[in-house]
């Protein structure tokens, strides 16, 4: 039952962090190698609005955080990857440099140590069994309606078609009156903030703290999830978001050391993966479609 429970909680939250992923290349075809940096900045904004700085409560803390991290991935785009958004190659060395700069910035700023992130409410609740403090029921809780929240978005409003159509043909929806500047910017904004969102959950349900080398190990794992559900899927991005959520704690729980090796589950389900299936689950290059 542990497995089934803890699974589903990390499939949910694991699930924001790979949507967001999806969500940049789909309407882009941009590989965003700096997904873990707005996964970090989430973390450590939380900090600064909350315990550090302003000492907000969490949810205030959270929701700043979350807008503050949009903007700057909408800068970031803006001033960093648009100029090179022809360039697959350039843009990938663009954002792995833009990775190590703000790893930099937060030593520089912070120190080298880690930094406390602070649970959202205090308290646990036992579950067919299973203990759950309340920070995780709220992560998973918050992680599925935004998750909905944003398929809704993009299906039903104006601004979501026009993604849509973008991500379809680019060429067609800019003869159609379509700003494929502000639509990248807006969704480099969305992105950035659901990989925040999902580093202020995992940071204060699992880890506690946030360190400036955070941000290479929610990249491994957002480029696994989207190789295992095919590149440009959202719905791939959920299912195997919740595969890699089930496997890691199957591993975790009945593997004896299970825990020292947890951290390469997604490596080897991405290796398998592009061997046995490599358009991934889903298989479409792109399905911001209907």
Known sequence: MEIVIYGAISGGVYALLALGFTLIYGV????????????????????????HLLKLEPILALILATICTGVIGSIVFRLFIHPVLEDEVAVMVVAVCLAFIFQQLMILVFGPANVPVAAFVEGSLVVLG???????????????????????????TKIG????????????????????ESLYMLTMALSAMLAAVAGIFISASTTKVAGAWMWFSPLALAFSIVILGGLGSIKGSLVGAFIIGYVEQAVAITVPQGGAIISIVPFVIMVAILILRPKGLFGKRIEMED
């Open 28 to 51: 882009s075809r941009v590989i965003n190698l700096a997904h873990g940096s707005f996964f970090m900045l989430g973390a450590y904004m939380f900090y600064v609005f909350g315990a």
């Open 130 to 156: 299973v203990t759950l403090t309340y920070t995780r029921i709220s992560a998973f809780s918050v992680s599925l309606v935004l998750f909905a929240s944003l398929l809704i978005f993009i299906t039903k």
């Open 161 to 180: 078609k026009a993604m849509r159509a973008v991500s379809q043909d680019r060429e067609v929806a800019m003869l159609m009156g379509i700003n494929t």
